[in-house]
């Protein structure tokens, strides 16, 4: 009869972890813990309100209850910060604050395992082209040139913990790619921002739902991970044996691409694909709208291991770019696209703010990647992990809970092409 505690419940991968384990009988109690939002009642549920960036001694006071017979920790809170330095201090400090409180409030008796939920940035994805498909196995990106990266560092700190009270608990770390699932108002959300993007377009003018992002992103390779299987992956690694101290990668399994999702997303929504996907090449804008374009700071990824495949020289002073032929957050601004969404949300109840908190810029990167970006997901497999799903069965399951949710338009109510 396992118990857990949901860290981050809110979020959009806590949310879908928390959703799952009270769907499952044999878990008893499940504690589910974030800063401001609540989650709906459920008897299994308590909901504890704390804030993990303030002092360590409300966070004790708040879990000391539910900690006596705490066994799993799935640890899914996370701070967003554009300031990397800064993200770094805030996702340190809160993991920090989190395992002394459990330690001062006594979990550590009952403690079994806890669960860190992090990414791809494991692998430098935000850096530029990494290697691929990425292994567990491969080195991290640490000293220079690297930026910091606060996933080593919890890493490092969760191992220490637990070897601190002598092995009497263990540690798995997840490493999902971009998360298809369903949250309020969180900083990373691919599917409510492309849903909102592709319910306006399709309801505006001749109907043309393009790809915003760059034609080598639309042509490249890339893997999602569901937040269900991800919750699914985070229930099976708490528990099987064989899983702890461990990281794995946690993908749906298939690899896709734009090319084969994009028309999907297009039927879905009622709308147009334009006969001409890019009319201004790879780069240029499409049609009157502005394009955006960055250009990496850092260094890519793929650089720490050239000289091992035998392409010494190759990447080290190179600059990955961002290309997108729609600039998501100007087009998001412009007037008819707003009135269009004023419009939409009026006619079908729609949440206020779910415009506002769409992440543009987030998206904005995702679709403009000009890399494929492929996980391996063979140490998952060979530890005893079954569970697959097709990634478009994963947008059309989060697009209609979305829209359950009053977050999208009902995408069978919009137009749909002659
Ligand atoms: N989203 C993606 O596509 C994606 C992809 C790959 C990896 N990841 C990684 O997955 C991990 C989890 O991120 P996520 O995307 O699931 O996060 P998220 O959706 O942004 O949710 C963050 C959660 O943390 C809580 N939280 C934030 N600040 C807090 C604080 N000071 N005290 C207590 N709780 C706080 C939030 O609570 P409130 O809502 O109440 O503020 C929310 O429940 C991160 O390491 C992220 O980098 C995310």
């Given at each position: 009869m396992p118990t857990a505690l949901v860290t981050g419940a809110t979020g959009i991968s806590g949310n879908a972890i928390v959703q799952h384990l009270l769907g499952l009988?044999?878990?008893t109690k499940v504690v589910t813990l974030s800063r401001s939002q609540q989650i709906p009642a459920h008897p299994k549920n308590t909901h504890l309100t704390v804030?993990?960036?303030?002092?360590?001694a409300p966070v004790v006071e708040v879990i000391k209850q539910d900690?006596?017979?705490?066994?799993?920790v799935l640890y899914c809170a996370y701070q967003a910060d554009t300031d990397l330095d800064r993200a770094f201090e805030i996702n340190v400090q809160m993991l920090q604050t989190f395992i002394t409180a459990l330690r001062e409030a006594g979990?550590?008796?009952?403690?079994?395992r806890i669960v860190l939920v992090t990414g791809l940035k494991q692998y430098g994805v935000q850096l530029g082209?990494?290697?691929?498909?990425?292994?567990?196995?491969d080195p991290w990106l640490e000293g220079e040139p690297w930026p910091k990266n606060f996933y080593y560092k919890q890493q490092k700190m969760l191992i220490k913990a637990a070897q601190d009270d002598g092995g009497s608990w263990s540690w798995v770390v997840t490493y999902p790619q971009d998360i298809v699932g369903v949250a309020r108002?969180?900083?990373?959300?691919l599917a409510t921002a492309l849903g909102l993007y592709a319910s306006v377009c399709s309801s505006l003018g001749d109907g043309e739902i393009p790809f915003p992002g760059a034609r080598k992103a639309y042509l490249a390779f890339n893997s999602w991970t569901s937040a269900k299987l991800h919750a699914e992956f985070c229930t099976w690694a708490a528990l099987?044996?064989?899983?702890?101290?461990q990281g794995f990668n946690v993908t749906n399994g298939d690899t896709e691409s734009w090319q084969n999702l994009w028309p999907n997303v297009v039927e879905r929504y009622g709308g147009r694909i334009p006969p001409v996907m890019f009319p201004n090449g790879d780069t240029g804008p499409y049609g009157d709208f502005e394009a955006f374009h960055s250009v990496s700071q850092f260094t890519p990824a793929i650089a720490l291991h050239e000289e091992r495949i035998g392409?010494?020289?190759?990447?080290?002073g190179m600059h990955n770019e961002v290309h997108q032929q729609i600039d998501t957050v100007k087009w998001s601004q412009r007037p008819e696209v707003r009135a269009k969404w004023a419009e939409l949300r009026d006619k079908f109840g729609l949440e206020h703010d779910s415009w506002d908190k769409a992440t543009w810029r987030f998206v904005s990167l995702l679709l403009s990647r000009e890399f494929s970006c492929v996980v391996s997901m063979s140490k998952a497999r060979k530890f005893g992990w079954t569970g697959y799903v097709d990634t478009w069965d994963a947008f059309e399951e989060t697009f209609d809970a979305l829209e359950k949710e009053s977050i999208?338009?009902?995408?069978?109510k919009l137009r749909r092409s002659e």
């Amino acid at each position: 009869m396992p118990t857990a505690l949901v860290t981050g419940a809110t979020g959009i991968s806590g949310n879908a972890i928390v959703q799952h384990l009270l769907g499952l009988p044999e878990w008893t109690k499940v504690v589910t813990l974030s800063r401001s939002q609540q989650i709906p009642a459920h008897p299994k549920n308590t909901h504890l309100t704390v804030d993990l960036c303030g002092a360590t001694a409300p966070v004790v006071e708040v879990i000391k209850q539910d900690a006596q017979d705490l066994e799993y920790v799935l640890y899914c809170a996370y701070q967003a910060d554009t300031d990397l330095d800064r993200a770094f201090e805030i996702n340190v400090q809160m993991l920090q604050t989190f395992i002394t409180a459990l330690r001062e409030a006594g979990a550590m008796n009952t403690l079994k395992r806890i669960v860190l939920v992090t990414g791809l940035k494991q692998y430098g994805v935000q850096l530029g082209q990494p290697k691929q498909p990425m292994h567990e196995t491969d080195p991290w990106l640490e000293g220079e040139p690297w930026p910091k990266n606060f996933y080593y560092k919890q890493q490092k700190m969760l191992i220490k913990a637990a070897q601190d009270d002598g092995g009497s608990w263990s540690w798995v770390v997840t490493y999902p790619q971009d998360i298809v699932g369903v949250a309020r108002a969180n900083f990373m959300n691919l599917a409510t921002a492309l849903g909102l993007y592709a319910s306006v377009c399709s309801s505006l003018g001749d109907g043309e739902i393009p790809f915003p992002g760059a034609r080598k992103a639309y042509l490249a390779f890339n893997s999602w991970t569901s937040a269900k299987l991800h919750a699914e992956f985070c229930t099976w690694a708490a528990l099987a044996p064989q899983a702890g101290n461990q990281g794995f990668n946690v993908t749906n399994g298939d690899t896709e691409s734009w090319q084969n999702l994009w028309p999907n997303v297009v039927e879905r929504y009622g709308g147009r694909i334009p006969p001409v996907m890019f009319p201004n090449g790879d780069t240029g804008p499409y049609g009157d709208f502005e394009a955006f374009h960055s250009v990496s700071q850092f260094t890519p990824a793929i650089a720490l291991h050239e000289e091992r495949i035998g392409l010494k020289g190759d990447f080290t002073g190179m600059h990955n770019e961002v290309h997108q032929q729609i600039d998501t957050v100007k087009w998001s601004q412009r007037p008819e696209v707003r009135a269009k969404w004023a419009e939409l949300r009026d006619k079908f109840g729609l949440e206020h703010d779910s415009w506002d908190k769409a992440t543009w810029r987030f998206v904005s990167l995702l679709l403009s990647r000009e890399f494929s970006c492929v996980v391996s997901m063979s140490k998952a497999r060979k530890f005893g992990w079954t569970g697959y799903v097709d990634t478009w069965d994963a947008f059309e399951e989060t697009f209609d809970a979305l829209e359950k949710e009053s977050i999208l338009p009902p995408a069978s109510k919009l137009r749909r092409s002659e």
